[in-house]
């Protein structure tokens, strides 16, 4: 037993080594190759249970490289990172073109305004969106002690210069309502040493940066002030009448004055210089307006006549429609103009037409004992520049406001304001969110009546909108066929 134990352990050392050198012993008899059998079968067993354990991590291994293929190789990943990219670059570069679309549709439709506006066919269309305002919203700024007669709105919208009979001058601030700067009037006679009017200030004019005043009175004289400051700058005589019109021409310096002697002048306000006059009108001028072209339009009083004065070529166009004096005018475009006269109308010109496109006649109603009635004198008109709305006034205790036909070929109206008192002058702000209204006691010309219940001041008027929520459709027809 113990033989066979001896035999059975040599042997598989020697089978081990045999293994391990490579080399195998031939076995003589029987019972050496029974025996040589079982040992070769438990020696492949135990060689395969070693190579399952030596191979087992390396199929681990494969197994999770395996498993790591299947969810992203390194190709797989910079193939996404492209795709990522690309499509990233692609939404920036389709966001670009909307963002340069709508930048181009808004320079083009700016453009196209631009060109619309130097023609004069630019209407915007907000007359039917406006809502009177209430009367608790309507502001009354007093300052003044006799009737307001001209005034003129900074071009940002924030400061309102006005002059009265009393011949000072104030600026106002809008948001408050306070008084900023008074330039006080002098007595007739102290002349020589007061700076500023000694006489009834008829007309003032601001230019387009905001930069001068100008200011016109009884005395024939025209001052420049520096609208900032209220510094005096300049004096310019030469007009041999009252100093009844004044206008800058926008984007210049250029000022163009009118006067009752019947002549325009051209200054250069930055040189201090007079540059020529113009001749034509029958009568004495009684208003003056000017935009961007090298041009104005002026109102000639009781020579019927509105006239339209080309500088550079030194012509003039004569308009006639009005049946007694033209005491007030306003360009709305380069292209038309509103007047208003004693007669009691309300018209719009053309400068292509030598008639009115359109008149309201009695726009204010009539006056006077039964029998005896007279139109209501139209003392001022306002045009909200580049739109289809303008506004008149008069003494018969409203400003009325207008919405101009298609074309500028009707006008309507829209509503009118409780005020009384002559209204002398009136302003709409650049922006269209107010409208000042200069009133007095007396007419600004004169003193044929009184209406001694007025209040000398100007009244600002908030111009509301319709909630768009609120318009009906009608209304959004209605504005869609006259666009």
Same mark, same amino acid.
């Given at each position: ?60 291994? !494969? ?48 453009? !196209? ?47 309102? /210069? ?5 011949? &000072? ?38 230019? @387009? ?37 004044? $206008? ?10 009118? @006067?009752?002697?019947? @002549? ?50 030194? &012509? ?30 309300? @018209? ?31 003392? &001022? ?12 006034? &008069?003494?018969?205790?409203?400003? !009325? ?6 074309? /500028? ?27 000042? $209204? ?46």
């Amino acid at each position: 037993m113990s033989f066979f134990l001896k035999n059975k352990g040599n042997v598989k050392v020697s089978k081990s080594k045999e293994k391990l050198h490579g080399t195998g012993r031939k076995s003589d008899g029987d019972g050496d190759k029974r025996n040589k059998s079982k040992l070769s079968k438990r020696l492949n067993e135990e060689i395969s249970s070693e190579s399952e354990t030596e191979s087992d991590p390396v199929g681990k291994k !494969q197994r999770g490289d395996d498993e790591v293929e299947i969810e992203e190789t390194a190709q797989e990943k910079k193939l996404r990172l492209a795709k990522g990219y690309l499509d990233q670059l692609r939404e920036e570069d389709e966001k670009r073109e909307e963002d340069d679309a709508f930048e181009s549709d808004l320079v083009a439709g700016r453009l !196209q305004e631009d060109v619309l506006e130097q023609r004069g066919k630019l209407q915007r269309l907000i007359a039917n969106d406006l809502v009177p305002p209430e009367a608790s919203e309507i502001r009354l700024l007093r300052g003044h002690k006799l009737p307001v007669i001209c005034l003129v709105i900074t071009p940002d919208d924030k400061q309102i /210069f006005s002059a009265a009979k009393d011949c &000072s001058i104030i600026k106002w601030d809008v948001e408050s309502g306070k008084k900023l700067h008074k330039i006080a009037g002098g007595r007739k006679g102290t002349e020589d040493r007061h700076v500023g009017h000694t006489a009834h200030v008829l007309c003032m004019a601001i230019s @387009s940066d905001g930069k001068y005043l100008a200011t016109g009175d009884m005395n024939k004289l025209i001052m420049i002030w520096e609208a900032a400051t209220c510094k005096h700058v300049y004096k310019f005589t030469g007009h041999r009448g009252p100093v009844s019109g004044l $206008a800058f021409r926008r984007g210049t310096h250029d000022l163009y004055s009118a @006067s009752h002697d019947r @002549s325009i002048k051209v200054w250069n306000v930055d040189e201090n210089a007079y540059v020529e006059t113009l001749f034509g009108h029958q009568d004495v001028i009684t208003g003056l307006d000017c935009l961007s072209r090298e041009r104005c339009v002026t109102a000639g009083g009781r020579d019927r006549t509105v006239r339209v004065w080309k500088i550079a070529e030194e &012509s003039q166009l004569v308009f006639h429609g009005h049946e007694s004096s033209i005491d007030c005018i306003q360009l709305i475009n380069e292209e038309h103009m509103v007047t208003g006269g004693d007669d009691g109308s309300v @018209s719009i010109w053309s400068v292509n037409r030598k008639k009115p496109l359109t008149t309201v006649k009695r726009a204010h109603g009539m006056r006077g004992d039964p029998g005896l009635e007279q139109p209501c004198w139209v003392s &001022s008109v306002a045009a909200l520049l580049n739109s289809d709305t303008v506004a008149s006034g &008069s003494h018969n205790s409203n400003v !009325q406001l207008w919405k101009c036909g298609q074309g /500028f070929r009707g006008l309507e109206p829209l509503f009118n304001i409780p005020m009384a008192g002559f209204v002398n002058s009136l302003k709409f702000a650049n922006s269209g969110k107010f409208l000042v $209204a200069g009133v007095g006691q007396e007419h600004r010309l004169g003193r044929w009546w009184r209406v001694k219940e007025a209040k000398n001041g100007l009244y600002i008027i908030p111009l509301k909108r319709k909630d768009p929520e609120l318009i009906t459709a009608p209304e959004m027809e209605t504005e869609q066929e006259e666009r």
